[in-house]
């Protein structure tokens, strides 16, 4: 019998999320039967996703939703032996059982020199993410322009160089002068602070005077607005997420954009990433290779322990983090 720790939705969130709104709890889990396994949780993922997710899809007093790299401990499934790593679906939990349906086997032959986190990042699904609503829904050309929003992320900072590798001018916008000097430092070719620069539409505009071709959102609001403005003819927006919307408590209203879509011709599409989880395995291989091809850089904000989960979170949603928040157990 093993005693796991979770963390709970005391109370759903209503505008930023509080230390009062999770609870800390433990429960006794039992050795698995036939055709399960008990696993360790070695990393945790926090994620934008996780703040509208909460709402539409958790009760009060359910565990956080959320993936983690485990450590396999004890296996009545032969598809998962012990000692393995996997990539589970599984929430806010230092130790699980489960029946397989939620696990992902990590890659085979990972490399000693890239960290097991990394399947939670830049070749989990944050690339992912990066890697099929970039080349599926902007589908850029060598030789256009590729706006990015939330640079400095976990997605952002994927997608930029993978635009980068197909030959793309990459745009980046952040929030800090940090963040602005490690996406130059992995390659992008322009990037400004949002916070600082005099308005929003001068700087896209100073960053790219010929426009955009391809826009990836993951901010939407007033950003997504004013990029519309921005874009070239038969441009192609990916809307990927919507951070500055989470923690509103009333929707936020207009400009509205419809008329310079109609007239620029420009095609905008929401998605999913498991729209192609049949192709996983294909994208993660790619995504790997570029790694130890040193194509794609990557950069950690690594929290210690899992009692700091919520913390961790917040800070996420605060943009404290440069790369892919991970929480290390």
């Not at 958790?58 to 296996?75: A, H, P, T």
């Not at 929030?175 to 490690?182: A, E, L, N, R």
């Not at 990557?298 to 943009?319: I, S, W």
């Amino acid at each position: 019998m093993v005693i796991a720790k979770t963390w709970v939705l005391k109370k759903h969130f209503e505008g930023f999320p509080k230390h009062s709104d999770f609870e800390l709890k433990e429960e006794e889990v039992p050795d698995p039967k036939d055709g399960e396994v008990l696993l360790e949780a070695v990393y945790l993922s926090v994620d934008p996703y996780m703040r509208p997710y909460s709402k539409m899809y958790m009760k009060e007093g359910d565990v956080m939703i959320g993936s983690q790299i485990g450590r396999i401990l004890k296996s009545k499934n032969p598809k998962f032996p012990e000692g393995s790593f996997v990539e589970a679906r599984i929430g806010w939990r230092t130790h699980s059982i489960s029946d397989g349906k939620n696990l992902d086997l990590m890659l085979p032959d990972w490399p000693s020199n890239i960290p097991r986190s990394l399947g939670l990042g830049i070749i989990g699904m944050p690339g992912l993410t990066a890697y099929f609503g970039l080349l599926e829904i902007c589908q850029p050309k060598a030789g256009e322009t590729l706006l990015v929003n939330a640079a400095a992320g976990a997605v952002g900072s994927a997608v930029g160089q993978i635009g980068k590798i197909k030959g793309c001018k990459v745009v980046g916008c952040a929030g800090s002068d940090d963040k602005v000097k490690y996406l130059k430092d992995i390659g992008f070719d322009e990037v400004f602070n949002y916070k600082t620069v005099g308005s929003l539409e001068e700087g896209l505009k100073k960053a790219a005077t010929e426009g955009y071709d391809c826009f990836f959102d993951n901010v939407g609001g007033e950003f997504c607005s004013t990029a519309m403005l921005q874009m070239r003819e038969f441009g192609r927006i990916a809307v990927c997420g919507a951070i500055s919307l989470y923690n509103d408590t009333e929707p936020q209203k207009g400009p509205y954009f419809l008329f310079p879509m109609i007239q620029k011709q420009i095609r905008m599409e929401g998605f999913i990433v498991w729209r192609w989880n049949d192709r996983r395995l294909e994208a993660l291989t790619q995504l790997m290779n570029w790694v130890k091809e040193g194509k794609l850089k990557y950069r950690e904000h690594v929290t210690q322990g899992f009692d700091n989960m919520p913390e961790a979170f917040m800070g996420m949603l605060k943009g404290q983090n440069i790369g892919k928040a991970v929480v290390k157990i």
